[in-house]
């Protein structure tokens, strides 16, 4: 009976007021039809993971309804996207809180949310009360009849929320949260190359991780890319240069598609989205939809499964989409299929979007890049946002001696040339010219150290020594002192770190000696074998 006179009431107010009851159907802001005559609504996002918002868990007519009016009003105005986290939010801190044994509504949600400020406080999370407030005020300028008190939302409205703590993962420098620490980026980037799986999973893995790691995007901006979008602008017989139009998200556009960004991607991660492409097709071939017929979409990354906020609301071009959770699940598995082990925290290494962008911003930062050109790279709409990585990037400098140096070796494999005992052994050791010295830091000896010979044919536009420990045509010698070559790269390091504001100088010398401390361990097994 209670039921029934919560109905007869509600349905009394919408009367007697003229509000605009819940129509049986209507429109989002970018279009899209929403069936609204029941209590389970599909939301018609291919961006969310779980496309439906079940209302029948509110037991109070009045609420559900107050509820339902302003996630209707929400997308609407503004996104489908919107709506799912303000529902998520009221979900979890007040409807959770409110039960069927209450007289007065009024009052009981005035002690749901003192509850909520209180507890939020004593957290230091008031900004979580954000979306839950918004829903009240409106309430109580829109029905404050159904029992939503207009005097305690002014005393909301002047509450201070604060902001979420954005950046807190990139200052404190978790090693689990924040920015990939240089050696462990290292250790990702040569997983992605050693990587030759070739099943549909890992290609999208080394498609996304690569796209993440090149543009530093959020996963919502890699799930609404087409295959189209990848462009090689060079001239035929002319080497490639690709270019991407990647999508925007959050910039007010009725679709993330309606502007393009074109940025230019390298010829290697531009590889990695080629191999995709190719995959798709033929997986595309196997893919059958009983609510659609023709052509499927040429989504970048497929879902195989079918996108079901878009089946659901016939949103055909998006029908393939990957949701945004999917894609950040599809970039966490790949430490573990590859065991990418971290030299940081012995563990698996953690990575995942939000971590890869954060890695990103900050190697532009040691790059030099500006705070505006930082702001467009990451697609913020101004500078405000970037610059706790200005503040963190410049600490990110690890302490690296010869025992480190030789450990990362082992991890890494940088050295891809082969050791030679003697001239004869080696290719091109019969020339002079070939033959290639160490003098020390400041050339203190003339003559120089035999260290080893080049095995290319032609000429060389490397920057000999140092860059020859990185060359697949370099054949060190195994008698040649390279720990004494490893040792001057160490002091010449930290020279350079103190001495200049940018250390991202003296970082660049990091891939150098730990390739020059993997040939002095080879050189030494050589030697014991020998």
């Known amino acids: 009976m209670i039921i029934v006179k919560q109905q007869r009431d509600l349905a009394k107010l919408i009367k007697d007021y003229g509000w605009p009851d819940i129509p049986d159907c209507f429109s989002t802001r970018d279009r899209k039809t929403v069936q609204s005559g029941t209590d389970t609504w599909v939301l018609p996002d291919p961006g969310i993971r779980t496309p439906r918002i079940d209302f029948s868990i509110i037991t109070d007519h009045s609420i559900k309804w107050a509820v339902k009016s302003y996630i209707k009003m929400v997308m609407e105005t503004q996104s489908s996207r919107s709506a799912n986290n303000d529902y998520a939010d009221l979900r979890r801190l007040v409807i959770c809180k409110l039960d069927e044994h209450y007289d007065d509504l009024e009052g009981r949600l005035i002690e749901v949310y003192e509850d909520l400020l209180s507890e939020s406080r004593e957290a230091q999370k008031t900004w979580q009360c954000y979306r839950v407030f918004k829903w009240y005020l409106w309430c109580a300028d829109n029905y404050p009849e159904l029992g939503f008190s207009e005097d305690y939302a002014n005393r909301l409205d002047a509450v201070e ?10 200052k404190s420098e978790d090693p689990a949260k924040g920015p990939l620490a240089p050696i462990e980026f290292k250790l990702l980037i040569s997983a992605l190359k050693n990587d030759d799986d070739q099943t549909f999973s890992a290609i999208q893995q080394r498609a996304a991780i690569s796209l993440l790691i090149a543009t530093g995007r959020n996963p919502q901006n890699l799930t609404f890319l087409r295959e189209s979008d990848l462009m090689n602008v060079a001239p035929e017989g002319v080497e490639p240069c690709y270019i991407l139009k990647m999508p925007r998200i959050k910039k007010g556009f009725l679709s993330p598609r309606d502007d393009l960004l074109e940025e230019s991607i390298d010829e290697a991660i531009a590889g990695h989205i080629v191999a995709l492409i190719d995959k798709n097709k033929e997986i595309r071939d196997d893919l059958k939809f009983d609510r659609f017929s023709g052509s499927l979409p040429d989504a970048l990354f497929i879902n195989t499964d079918g996108n079901s906020s878009a089946l659901l609301s016939y949103d055909w071009d998006n029908a393939l989409n990957m949701s945004s959770q ?3 699940l599809l970039v966490e598995r790949f430490s573990s299929r590859v065991n990418i082990v971290s030299p940081v925290t012995k563990k698996i290494l953690r990575i995942y979007p939000r971590r890869l962008r954060y890695t990103f911003a900050c190697n532009m930062v040691s790059e030099g890049v500006s705070r505006r050109e930082l702001a467009r790279m990451l697609d913020h ?3 405000q946002n970037v610059g706790v990585y200005y503040q963190v990037a410049s600490k990110i400098v690890p302490h690296l ?5 030789k450990e990362y070796a082992s991890i890494l494999g940088l050295f891809r040339g082969k050791v030679v005992t003697s001239d004869a052994a080696a290719v091109n050791g ?28 032609e000429v060389c536009h490397l920057d000999p ?19 004494h070559v490893l040792s001057c790269l160490l002091e010449n390091r930290e020279e ?18 730990i390739a020059v401390a993997e040939v002095a361990e080879r050189c030494k097994e050589s030697n014991k074998n020998a």
Not at 161 to 170: D, E, Q, R, S, T
Not at 431 to 448: A, I, M, T, W
């Open 430 to 457: 019969d020339r002079e010219d070939k033959h290639l010295s160490f003098h020390g830091l400041q050339n203190e000896d003339v003559n120089g150290e035999e260290i080893g010979v080049c095995g290319d044919s």
């Open 496 to 513: 350079k770190i103190k001495k200049y504001e940018s250390k991202r100088i003296g970082v660049q010398l990091d891939d150098v000696i």
């Open 401 to 405: 001696d010869k025992a480190m140096a």
């Open 326 to 328: 999917q894609l950040s």
């Open 381 to 383: 709409s101004d500078t």
């Open 465 to 483: 020594p140092y860059s020859c420990y990185l060359c697949h045509k370099f054949q060190p010698y195994a008698t040649a002192d390279h720990d």
């Open 161 to 170: 929320l604060g902001g979420n703590p954005k950046g807190y993962a990139v």
